[in-house]
């Protein structure tokens, strides 16, 4: 390290948009005032703990910071921050770890974020941008991707096709009982749904329930469509038969229930390998079967959607898991009309590398966006 504290260089995460992350305005950050002599302290100690993962002693501190201070002075800064609740001693006459309170301090304002090198960049958008992918392979891949980057479990989350304008829908019979639903959003994405079907059902009453819907969704989201159809039914104005408002009730039944969403996890081994307690073990299981609900997605992809770049959750703060010492990076992804149709992140231990990986999912973000716009 040079012999002067080094100023926090722009990341990709700006000041106020972390402080409307955790409901504050601008310029109301409550984050304790620290001298220049603290903040290298704080900031080398929790740098040294995403290095090493261990307690960081005033010894090593004293070694590395640029600053001549000796380790009894050091010490009884580290005291101080202490009772700031910024550390904390894990056993007696042992180093220092930062509690989630000064990780947030750290990230908020003493990190450092590392910088992309053109070749980097070029790999991230090739790995994502591989030709004849569909969408779920793209976001599949990228999020194998940010986990191997990480050393993390790598997360995405995108919405099904819900909520986008409808372009086309197609019924084709896949044998007896069973058909495909085709559904091509207004801006192009691509998704299909295997539905039940009355068993002998005739080729004709999936061709006809294909051109009853296309002449009725121009424009309309699904539920939209789902609503007037029903009514339509319900009230007999249909000249439909029986059997191909079946198949139109079943089509539309797979996107019913208002939301839905695609998740896809990748690397959860990594998370487990970090664990070395049984209570710990169990949170993040639970976790995982959490991500399953529907109710999850859509808070991620609200805590995605509250400033514009990449957010930051240690610990509790986003609400998905409590005491087991993670951290989730999470950035959302927008389409060329700027929707967000989707967030992508990476969950992993409180200790992650912040200033590696907050970048890294910024521009992968970015490159998603481009490739869905």
Known sequence: MGPQIRPPRPGPVAASERAARRGEMPGHDRR?????RSAAVLRELVETYVQTGEPVGSRTLSRRLPLNLSPATIRNVMADLEEAGL???????AGRLPTERGLRLFVDGLLEFGDLSEEERAEIAARCAASGRSVQ????????MLSGLAGAAGLV???KSDAAPVRHIEFVGLGPGRALVVLVTGDGQVENRVVEVPPGLPPSALIQASNYLNARLAGRTLDEARLA???????????????TQQVIAAG???WSGGGGGILILRGQARLLQNVDQLAKLQEIQMLFERLETQETMLRLLDLAQRAEGVQIFIGAESGLFDSAGLSMIVAPFRT????????????????????????????????IGRLLG
């Open 32 to 36: 304790p005032v620290l001298d220049t």
């Open 336 to 367: 060329g009309q700027e929707r967000i149709v989707g967030a992508i992140g990476v969950i992993g231990p409180t200790r992650i590398n912040y200033g590696r990986i907050i970048p890294v999912v910024d521009y992968t973000a970015r490159v």
């Open 87 to 93: 550390l904390f001693a894990p056993h007696t006459s």
């Open 252 to 254: 539309l039944a797979t």
């Open 157 to 159: 989350v995108a919405p």
């Open 229 to 243: 159809i029903e009514e339509e039914i319900a009230a007999n104005r249909s000249a439909l038969d029986e059997l």
């Open 137 to 144: 392979e793209t976001l599949a891949e990228a999020g194998q």
